[in-house]
């Protein structure tokens, strides 16, 4: 299958610092990209589709303003988390598609520690 | 709108015994339907996926997983279970399309023990 990279695979940050996540499709051109909260025994919550070259669209309760997205290549998507604090620690994780595929490919995730 | 179901949050089974994992999907239109494996600390690797064509399908690892339309079931099964299962398992649905976002069960974490 497609390879996707996602970097870091930890973090940890100070509060109320900004820390970027990148998700990267290494062998294919990824016109649509997820990205994905998991919290501690929970399942994956999906917080944003991004479509190259368009704004995100972030799912209901997420805050854009909070959680940029950018996907300005086929190949790269970057998720930053503005003026971290604690109670965003938590487990990223980004998937890639494209339209031939019938499904899309999960990054490594990102641990994200808040202190 | 679409949604998953996974039965069990927890399931306890002996080495050498048969893994059931149990999901169902509620899905407006046909769905393409997906197994994901969970190691700690890592991303999801795909074990299966339906998207159309035969029912039964086979995954890796000795997985299997059976799409039966009228009980809105994909069901994950693995004759024999050995330690290296023990992980978190995710069913997910979408409509066609890999394009499309995933909408995950609450998962079932599968112990197996000795």
């Known amino acids: 299958g497609a390879v996707v990279s996602q970097h870091p695979s930890r973090v940890i940050c100070k509060s109320g610092t900004s820390v970027k996540i990148e998700c990267r499709s290494l062998?294919?051109?990824?016109?649509?990209m997820f990205w994905y909260r998991q919290f501690p025994k929970k399942s994956l919550m999906l917080m944003a589709t991004s479509n190259e070259g368009s704004k995100a669209t972030y799912e209901q309760g997420v805050e854009k303003d909070k959680f940029l997205i950018n996907h300005a290549s086929l190949t790269l998507s970057t998720l930053t988390v503005t003026s971290a604090h604690p109670e965003d620690s938590s487990f990223y994780i980004c998937?890639?598609?494209?339209?031939?595929?019938?499904?899309?490919?999960f990054g490594q995730g990102t641990r994200l520690t808040v202190v | 709108a679409q949604s998953v179901t996974q039965l069990g949050s927890h399931v306890s089974v002996s080495e050498g015994a048969l893994v059931l994992l149990r999901c169902n999907y509620s899905s407006s239109v046909p769905p393409y339907l997906f197994w994901y494996v969970q190691y700690p600390n890592q991303g999801l690797q795909l074990l299966l996926k339906?998207?159309?064509?035969?029912?039964l399908v086979k995954g890796i690892n000795g997985f299997e997983a059976e799409f039966k339309k009228s009980e809105t079931s994909f069901h994950l099964t693995k004759p024999s279970a050995h330690m290296s299962d023990a992980a978190e398992y995710f069913c997910a649905v979408t409509p066609s399309g890999g394009y499309n976002k995933l909408i995950f069960g609450a998962g079932t974490r599968l112990a197996v023990h000795p």
């Open positions: 062998d294919f051109q990824a016109t649509t």
């Open positions: 998937s890639a598609s494209d339209w031939v595929n019938t499904e899309a490919f």
């Open positions: 339906y998207t159309t064509g035969a029912t």
